[in-house]
């Protein structure tokens, strides 16, 4: 589960972040023109949800001893 934390973080940063063409999924690319906000909610999603499975992978850890 935490590989799967790291790679959201990686994500959710790079929508959080400002990207332009030539990089993937750019705001062009995705017919948002100069949109920012649905970038930004799904990367403060996907930042939430790696926090979660983070922790969750923690408890995990420490309940199995």
């Given at each position: 589960m935490k590989i799967l934390a790291v790679v959201?973080?990686?994500a959710?940063?790079?929508l959080l972040l400002d990207h332009v063409p030539p990089?993937?999924?750019n705001h062009e690319d995705?017919?948002?023109?100069k949109t920012h906000v649905a970038?930004?909610?799904v990367g403060a999603v996907a930042l939430i949800g790696a926090a979660v499975l983070w922790r969750r992978s923690a408890r995990q850890t420490a309940a199995r001893g």
């Amino acid at each position: 589960m935490k590989i799967l934390a790291v790679v959201l973080v990686i994500a959710g940063l790079y929508l959080l972040l400002d990207h332009v063409p030539p990089f993937p999924l750019n705001h062009e690319d995705i017919g948002l023109g100069k949109t920012h906000v649905a970038h930004a909610v799904v990367g403060a999603v996907a930042l939430i949800g790696a926090a979660v499975l983070w922790r969750r992978s923690a408890r995990q850890t420490a309940a199995r001893g």
